[in-house]
């Protein structure tokens, strides 16, 4: 069984346009999250929902926007598509209690932008 | 200075090697260290866990962390090809406060 899923896997699209990636988790976690990883493998978090709450909001233009249409389910979307945008994009979830978080990431969405 | 500094590599040994990876940090309020291992292509993986300093034993992996120099490490003994990957250093000051990622080590052990 899949616990964090996300799709499309792979998406090339062109500048100007607009996109969703979807993801969902299995583990009946509360928390979701969004990060990019560039072509230099640094990841950083975008966004992060608790309980379809958004509670980090990185520096991320507005042109991306989060949803959570429920606890299990953490979808974005990108508006205008930029080159810059071209990176992997993973979402992952965890379960807050005690400590940090453990988080679990899904395969990643690689996103190219011609 | 950011805050989470790490050696990209690449970094390349024989199998069987012992392999040491590291990350220096700048936040002292950053009190649980973690390790994930990144395979081409796939989503990072939790590796180790550990909260403030102290080592931790798992198997041929032992993390180590001194909060008073700001460094934490990884180590894999009798490393094997398999353990081939991006090894990504994080941490976090607790509770639901993000994770900070080092840029990660490229390793590959050759047979």
């Known amino acids: 069984d899949t616990a964090v899923s996300q799709t499309p896997k792979y998406l090339v699209t062109q500048m100007g346009n607009d996109k969703s990636i979807k993801c969902e988790q299995n583990?009946?976690?509360?928390?979701m999250y969004w990060y990019k990883q560039d072509s230099k493998k640094f990841l950083k978090i975008m966004f992060s929902?608790?309980?379809?709450?958004?509670?980090i909001n990185e520096t991320v233009p507005n042109r991306f926007s989060p949803k959570s249409p429920d606890k299990a389910h953490l979808n974005l979307h990108i508006n205008s598509l930029e080159l810059g945008d071209s990176a992997v994009y993973f979402c992952?979830?965890?379960?807050?209690?005690?400590?940090?978080?453990?988080?679990?990431f899904g395969p990643g969405t690689r996103l190219t932008v011609l | 200075q950011k805050e989470v500094e790490q050696d990209p590599g690449p970094l390349s040994v024989p199998e069987g090697a012992i392999v040491s990876l590291n990350c220096t940090y700048s936040?002292?309020?950053?009190?649980?260290f973690m390790w994930y291992r990144q395979y081409s292509r796939k989503g990072p993986e939790l590796l180790m866990y550990?909260?403030?300093?102290g080592n931790k034993e798992d198997g041929r992996f032992t993390a180590q962390v001194d909060k008073s120099s700001k460094y934490i490490s990884l180590f894999i003994r009798d490393s094997q090809p398999s353990d081939s990957a991006t090894y990504l250093c994080?941490?976090?000051?607790?509770?639901?406060?993000?994770?900070?990622f080092g840029k990660g080590t490229k390793l590959t052990v050759n047979p």
């Open positions: 992952a979830s965890s379960q807050p209690g005690g400590g940090t978080d453990t988080q679990y």
């Open positions: 583990l009946g976690h509360d928390t």
């Open positions: 929902y608790n309980n379809k709450e958004l509670i």
């Open positions: 936040n002292s309020a950053f009190q649980y």
């Open positions: 550990t909260y403030s300093s």
């Open positions: 994080a941490m976090s000051r607790g509770g639901s406060e993000k994770l900070v």
